[in-house]
């Protein structure tokens, strides 16, 4: 028998307006249990607008949703004691430590005082901060207070967090610990919704991944379906000396590539995929015809491609 809580979020023509304009146009998802489900896209795309709609601090302006089994339309309070939420800024006191902020929110979700205590010290040494826990949060650097934020999601132990471009601002250093510490959350069954613009963040850290433009999801699946249907293929990029058309035209058959460019001495071939019979028998011509190659890379679709095949534009724009 199929389990009744199969999905942690299913959305169904999901619309949010401002006046005339549409933030949020017709969503239809599905978000299993358990799973890190991405959405990404650049600023303005509609992911925050979404993800305000689910955790119940914007009311939709048509269609509906379920979050853990409950309905986003009558259920709003219920909902709200079984989600957490890490924004994109700080909400918390900076004036006050770890601690302090962490035994006020457990005020606010009416736990009793042992019990936020022993939550608030366990959630504070897995985000490694249990020797800040006594610490004004005013010197936290970014990451820190970011981290903090994911104990305070935490803290009533929700069946989903949302986490709302966490990364964002955040030093190289510090984006890699939260996405360990993301994975390191969902390895306990918690489902984890992660709004994102960062191509490698997604690409690394999502089990499926909604792609967002102007309001609507336009594609939707893995990290390797969405680069295998829209990357364009795989590439060999090589650079050469020289080029003549006779040697672009045996190259494209060679490899049976489905597109040729040339830039100054690169020649980029888009193939289907990248077998090592592929490569030897690219070799080997190079070889017979003494082609001076200085440069041969092979390239995997990124999600980056994906995006600009997908929209014509660059994820930054």
Partial sequence: MMEAFT??????????????????????????????????????????????????????????ARVASLSLIGDAPLIRAKIGVVPQEFALFVELTPMENLRYLGDLYGMPPEKTTKRS????????????????????????????????????????????????????????????????????????????????????????????????????GTSEELKD?????????????????????????????AAVSVVDHTIDLRVSNLSGNLVHKLSAYLTQKRIAVHELNLREPSLEEVFINLTKKDLRE
């Fill in 229 to 257: 249907k829209y990357g364009g293929g795989h590439r060999i990029v090589l650079k050469v000396d020289s080029h003549t058309p006779e040697l672009l035209s045996d190259l494209k058959k060679l490899v049976n590539a």
């Fill in 121 to 220: 010290e366990e959630l504070l040494n897995i985000v490694g901060l249990y020797d800040k826990k006594d610490v004004v949060c005013e010197g936290f650097s970014g990451g820190m207070k970011q981290r903090l934020s994911v104990a305070a999601g935490l803290l009533h132990t929700p069946d989903i967090l949302f986490m709302d471009e966490p990364t964002t601002g955040l030093d190289p250093q510090s984006r890699i610990a939260l996405r360990e510490l993301t994975a390191k959350l969902n390895s306990t069954g918690i489902t984890i919704v992660y709004t994102t613009h960062d191509m490698e963040e997604a690409d690394k850290l999502c089990h499926m991944i909604a792609i967002m433009d102007k309001g609507k999801i336009i594609a939707q």
């Fill in 7 to 64: 999905y942690a979020i299913e959305c169904t023509g999901l619309t949010k307006k401002f006046g005339n304009f549409t933030a949020v146009d017709s969503l239809e998802l599905k978000v299993r249990k358990g799973e890190i489900f991405g959405f990404l896209g650049p600023n303005g795309a509609g992911k925050t607008t979404t993800i305000k709609m689910l955790t119940t601090l914007f009311s939709p302006t048509a269609g509906s």
